[in-house]
């Protein structure tokens, strides 16, 4: 079976997803998550000062989950003809991460509203505000967590079917199937042991490293002549 006009035209928006997504999530928690460490005050005086920001930045956010949406269907419409059952369930768990990470955006969102709860003097003490802000920021990074789950189970698959059909070298979807099963493994301890979540994130970049390399190959060499002999379904 012969690669499509249309498996062409997916594979090259999957590419510009999967880069869209890292944009997106860089500018969104570089406003949100990766500011100077600073004491409680100061970051809640900032977060009140700049709710605007802050709500554009939880924006991207939310879209960066939306493209890993897109992505999936994207990636679905390129491998289905390789095993349909396989691409189906794929889809459906990258489906969950995209529904998953964009509800965890809730409990950012009441971050944000705590901080702003700090402004009025004796309506919260410091230390509950502190305490409900910990809190949300834990459901927020178990929502996350459990979507990475989700997302990389579905790469394991897909990078699978990308390796049965050699739409990419057969060594960049090795490394990606064992780079998205490190994610998941990765995802699981980060749940399991959310006070390692910092040191465990290193363990990611493989998958970073896979992504980028893959959209970079869907972008500018696009798929590779499927093998003979594949079955379908």
Do not use: C
């Amino acid at each position: 079976m012969k690669v499509t006009l249309e498996q062409r035209s997916y594979a090259r928006l999957a590419g510009v997803m999967i880069l869209l997504n890292y944009v997106l999530q860089d500018l969104g928690d570089r406003v949100t998550l990766r500011r100077a460490p600073e004491t409680f005050a100061e970051t809640a005086r900032w977060a009140s000062h700049a709710d605007v920001l802050y709500r554009v930045s939880l924006v991207e956010v939310a879209a960066a989950w939306i493209v890993i949406g897109v992505l999936a269907l994207a990636l679905y419409a390129v491998l289905e003809p390789v095993n349909k059952r396989l691409a189906q369930l794929a889809l459906v768990l990258r489906l969950g991460a995209s529904f998953v990470g964009a509800a965890s955006v809730m409990f950012r969102m009441a971050q944000a509203r705590l901080y702003q709860a700090s402004t009025p003097e004796g309506l919260f003490t410091t230390e509950q505000l502190r305490a409900l802000v910990a809190v949300s920021q834990r459901g927020a990074g178990a929502g996350v967590t459990v979507a990475w789950m989700f997302m990389a189970a579905g790469s394991v698959l897909f990078f699978v079917l990308f390796m049965r059909s050699r739409y990419l070298p057969r060594a960049l979807a090795g490394f990606s199937i064992v780079a998205s099963a490190l994610m998941f493994a990765v995802a699981v301890a980060m749940f399991v042991f959310p006070a390692r979540t910092n040191e465990l994130k290193l363990f990611g970049a493989p998958m970073f490293v896979a992504e980028v390399a893959t959209a970079l190959w869907l972008l500018i060499r696009g798929l590779g002549p499927r093998i003979s002999g594949e079955s379908p379904a």
